[in-house]
């Protein structure tokens, strides 16, 4: 179990602000550090959640790890390999997974699953196998040949994880997995993490729900203001009230009532 | 392989769209209709049969076909035996006669120097349609000599607009068929989210920018071979002519005319790729893209009627196709300046694509708030 699958280390980014942004957020800086200095490892097999408030970070910081962005400072290697030098070679060895990023509703569950297949690369005939394995595995088989825009958001959520891992990633990344679906969706996207896991896979996901955390993770860290509060196992975190330990470190890190 | 498998995607996702083809072929569709009641209009006797005079001067076997070509046509030809030119011609001119055929000494021998001239009066209708029909006859007899045109008098106006903005036409004609799908391809995309997908995959951004830019200029090439099928259908019409498809224009000229055209959407197609790349939304794409569709209708628009502008117009994109066009539809045939038009357009898609590339690769462009 101690096989270190992700390793970030002294990540940092800055973003300008334009102007727009500026008023938005009622600042007068031109720069806003996004993540500053963050290093932690995620082990093999584990589920690793970076838990923290809006603006954390924490989407930041997994559009580094899944090479969208670059880093100003520090490097992750996962699996081995460096998002900053061999980003292509990261791609396929992850699977990454936000609310942002979309399927196109024209087409069908089974057409986009060859095309990302090809995308990653993936045999045909390979991927052919895997098609009928995950689409049975998480019930898709039906709805394989109906255009995306007209499958129920349960359905449709569980098409975009299958797709995310088409290419039997070492490891998925999640960016907010739960965020804006309902509890029975919601339950789709947690049973389909507890899956993964079973299936022997690393997963690194982000959220500032308490519960999600505490339900399905190993170790966690808590990320404030781009940097890394605590980190460890949920018990040694957590201290029997991941709530309340939150909003202690909360307070020492800002110095302010909530 | 991956970039195969992009195109396939977008042809895939054209091709089992009814509406987005409707969209392709309309404009020819539209070219044609219109062209053939301006040809109505402007030629209101146009379906009559005419009884035509002409004057003859020297022979070639040739006169059999013209008069085998007349009686097919359901038209009556009588040959008037021509004295002097001098004469022949000013009742040509005065309208006695539809048009004066003078055939060099050695026409049938094919020698040297051998051809025919064809004098013919401008704004008379049944003089330009015999003029039309003689030279597409002696085109299709296809033996290496030279027609000489002598048009007497001023060019029917109506047809001289309508050869003018006809350029135009095609060039707006184009930018929509472009527009209609890149912006919904690559700025709506962008939009929804489904491009970002497809970044985090292990793919080339080049291939990325490549795999929209080939298949959708193809899609487009489809919409502008419709416009240029459009024209050459309604281009006899306009000329008065009611048969044949060449109207009086040689094969080459439609040739190199159909070259130019399908070196334009490519052009188009990645400049608007850029653009909906650069924008957030479909709508700040579409306001970019109208906005070029503006500027290069009012290029083409002073092109059409500002008379040769100079070869550097052939280095300036869209501007180049339209001067071109021009020089063809005023009869002659320019083959460097086509293949140099040509050449700059394909240079500045591949540029074009570079750029997108690079836009698809800068996480502020794809990524940024
Ligand atoms: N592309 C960008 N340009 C400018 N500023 C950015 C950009 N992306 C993020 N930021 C800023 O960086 C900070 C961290 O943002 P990030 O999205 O990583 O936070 P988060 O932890 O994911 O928050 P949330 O819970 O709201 O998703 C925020 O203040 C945000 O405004
Ligand atoms: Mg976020």
């Known amino acids: 179990m101690n096989e270190e699958i992700v390793r970030a280390d002294g990540l940092k980014k800055t973003f300008t602000l334009s102007k727009k942004q500026q008023k938005i957020e009622r600042t007068g800086d031109t720069r806003r550090v996004a993540v500053n200095g963050l290093s932690f490892s ?10 923290g408030p809006n603006g954390a970070g924490k989407t930041t910081t997994l559009r580094m790890l899944a090479t969208l962005i670059r880093p100003d400072a520090g490097d992750a290697l996962i699996c081995g390999s460096s998002i900053v030098r061999d980003p292509a070679k990261v791609r396929d060895k992850i699977g990454f997974l936000t609310s942002e990023l979309k399927l196109e509703g024209f087409f069908t569950p089974s057409y986009l699953f060859n095309f990302f297949g090809e995308m990653h690369g993936v045999p045909k005939d390979v991927l052919e196998v895997r098609k009928q394995e995950l689409f049975s595995r998480f019930g898709i088989d039906k709805f394989a040949e109906v255009q995306v825009k007209n499958l129920s958001t349960g359905m449709l959520q569980k098409v975009s994880l299958v797709i995310s891992i088409v290419h039997d990633p070492e490891v998925l990344i999640f960016d907010e ?13 947690t049973d389909f993490l507890t899956e993964l896991k079973g299936m022997g896979k690393s997963i690194l996901l982000s959220t500032h729900i308490f519960s999600l955390v505490e339900k399905l993770c190993d170790r966690v860290g808590v990320l404030i203001d781009g940097r890394l509060a605590a980190e460890g196992n949920l018990e040694e975190v957590a201290r029997g009230d991941l709530e309340g330990s939150f909003f202690d470190l909360y307070h020492t890190i800002k110095g302010e009532t909530v | 392989m991956k970039l195969a498998a992009l195109i396939r995607k977008e042809f895939h996702r054209f091709f089992h769209d009814p509406r987005l083809i409707v969209t392709m072929l309309l404009p020819g569709l539209l070219i044609f209709a219109l062209y053939s009641i301006l040809g109505e209009v402007i030629y209101t006797d146009e379906q009559e049969t005419y009884e035509y005079k002409a004057y003859l001067m020297g022979s070639s076997e040739a006169v059999t076909l013209i008069d085998a070509a007349f009686e097919g046509a359901g038209s009556d030809l009588e040959w008037l035996p021509a004295e002097d030119e001098e004469t022949a011609r000013a009742e040509v001119e005065k309208g006695n006669a539809a048009a004066l055929i003078v055939f060099s000494e050695n026409f049938d021998a094919y020698g040297e120097g051998a051809n ?17 029909l003689v030279s597409a006859v002696l085109t299709e007899y296809g033996m290496p000599f030279a027609i000489v045109s002598n048009p007497i008098g001023e060019e029917n106006l109506g047809m001289t607009v309508m050869r003018s903005v006809l350029p135009l036409l095609l060039v707006c004609f184009i930018f929509s068929a472009c527009m209609s799908v890149t912006l919904e391809s690559v700025a709506g995309e962008k939009e929804r989210g489904t491009l970002s997908t497809v970044l985090v995959t292990s793919v080339k951004r080049s291939h990325v920018a490549l795999g929209k830019v080939v298949p959708l200029s193809c899609i487009s090439m489809l919409g502008a071979l ?28 439609y040739a190199l005319m159909f070259l130019l055209i ?17 924008s957030r939304s479909m709508k700040e794409a579409s306001a970019y893209t109208s906005a070029l569709m503006i500027v290069s209708m009012v290029v083409s628009l002073i092109a059409s009627f500002v008379p040769a502008m100079g070869n550097w117009a052939l280095c300036v994109p869209v501007l180049n196709a339209v001067v071109t066009l021009q020089t063809i539809l005023d009869g002659g045939v320019p083959v460097w300046q086509t293949f140099v038009s040509m050449g700059a357009n394909v240079l500045y898609t591949a540029l074009l694509v570079y750029l997108m590339t690079r836009l698809l690769s800068s996480e502020r462009i794809m990524f940024g708030k």
């Not at chain 1, 997995?177 to 996207?189: F, H, Q």
């Not at chain 2, 025919?116 to 349609?129: C, L």
Request: glycine letters at 10%; aromatic letters at 16%; charged letters at 10%.
């Open chain 1, 177 to 189: 997995p739960t965020n804006g679906l309902d509890v029975l969706t919601a339950k789709v996207v």
């Open chain 1, 42 to 51: 995620a082990y093999r097999g584990e589920i690793y959640g970076l838990l």
């Open chain 2, 262 to 278: 399908l070196s334009v959407p490519p052009l188009i197609v990645a400049l608007i790729s850029v653009f909906s790349t650069l």
């Open chain 2, 116 to 132: 025919v001239a064809i004098y013919y009066k401008m704004d008379d209708d049944a003089s330009y349609q015999f003029y039309a």
């Open chain 2, 226 to 253: 419709s416009s240029f099928l459009g024209v050459a259908f309604s281009m006899p019409k306009l000329m008065g002519v009611s048969f044949g498809f060449l109207g009086s224009y040689g094969f080459a000229s």
